[in-house]
């Protein structure tokens, strides 16, 4: 239990209106996404289609194979797919053991396993060797329903702290196909946050001409008054947000920063310093550490201070529940977000 939850234990209860309800099932559905096409397990499709090419690529799991998209690549490569059982720790090892021979491992679980439960063997196996370990983990941030245990609000900043380590927050299914075989190329390590299930298809609706780059930001849409900085879902989020605030009159861009390290400085710097704009950065993450500290620090740095404000989450262990209600309870919701960028103006 939260320090919040146990509070709430002693207020009187709420009858909650049947309509407010949400079901239980939406605690593990995939991310609400209304109006966007999407696209079944992107990665677990990419991750085969890269394979076929490159036969130094090997998958492995800890348990959760169904679960991270990775059991299309089972099925279709059961010679090269590793069930390592639920021991991340295990899983990270054997991936390290794999790329000394010459392999290209793909290890998946979820994201919260990888940072906090398996930290110490990635950091000294993998990344202080450059070993070319892509490490691909499920359910980022905000994006499960089944509390502080599952969910891995801090993997950024846990992460971010490692040299050599390259962090990917793809925003969709585009974002996921175009990461795959740029990460398979890419020498060294990889953390790479994984959007799984049916996962909408959001940036080509809006630039048609979007393919993913590793290590570059990208402009998705123009505006004058207001610069969001995103990365993950929430660029579909920052998106939907300037569409409804587009009807008001108040304009805003939304650049798209899919790589967290390297940052793309220079297209961050040339955009906020073009000057007039409040920038606002939006992660799915807590507010410590993550992408949000890391513009900060690089405007601050460069001298360029426009006026400056952070969506993200809380500095604290989240409630658990139906996501639609901890999305807007923790200001990550599309009307959250209009909500506070407007009250920012």
């Not at 450059?130 to 499920?138: N, R, S, Y």
Request: glycine residues 8%; charged residues 20%; contains cysteine.
């Amino acid at each position: 239990m939260t320090v919040d939850s146990i509070t709430r234990k002693y207020e009187p209860r709420r009858v909650i209106p049947k309509a407010e309800r949400q079901a239980t099932s939406a605690m593990i559905a995939s991310l609400d996404a209304e109006g966007y096409d999407t696209v079944p397990a992107p990665f677990g499709h990419a991750l085969v289609e890269e394979a076929r090419r490159n036969d130094r690529i090997v998958g492995l799991s800890a348990d959760l194979s169904k679960y991270t998209d990775l059991h299309i690549f089972a099925n279709e490569m059961p010679d090269r797919f590793y069930q390592m059982g639920m021991a991340e720790q295990v899983l990270f090892s054997a991936a390290a053991g794999l790329a000394r021979e010459g392999f290209v491992p793909f290890a998946t679980t979820y994201a919260v396993f990888a940072s906090r439960r398996a930290y110490d063997f990635i950091a000294m196996a993998i990344v202080e060797e450059m070993l070319p370990v892509k490490m691909v983990c499920a359910l980022p941030g905000l994006s499960t329903g089944y509390g502080p245990s599952h969910q891995a609000t801090e993997d950024l900043a846990i992460f971010r702290g490692l040299p050599h380590l390259t962090i990917v927050d793809p925003c969709d299914a585009c974002d996921v196909q175009g990461m795959v075989p740029q990460i398979a190329a890419d020498p060294g390590p990889v953390y790479a946050r994984l959007p799984r299930g049916k996962v909408p298809s959001v940036l080509t609706r809006h630039k048609p001409d979007y393919k993913f780059e590793l290590g570059k930001a990208q402009m998705i849409r123009e505006g004058t008054d207001v610069l969001v900085v995103s990365t993950g879902f929430m660029t579909m989020r920052a998106l939907d947000a300037a569409e409804i605030l587009a009807k008001d009159g108040i304009e805003v861009a939304v650049l798209h920063t899919p790589t967290i390290k390297p940052l793309d400085t220079d297209t961050i710097l040339a955009e906020a310093g073009k000057g007039g704009r409040l920038v606002v950065t939006a992660e799915n993450h807590t507010i410590m550490g993550g992408l949000g500290e890391a513009v900060a620090r690089t405007l601050m740095c460069a001298g360029v201070t426009p006026a400056f404000r952070n969506i993200a989450l809380p500095d604290k262990f989240l409630e658990a529940g139906a996501l639609p209600t901890l999305h807007d309870m923790y200001g990550i919701s599309r009307d959250r977000v209009v909500e506070q960028i407007r009250g920012w103006l």
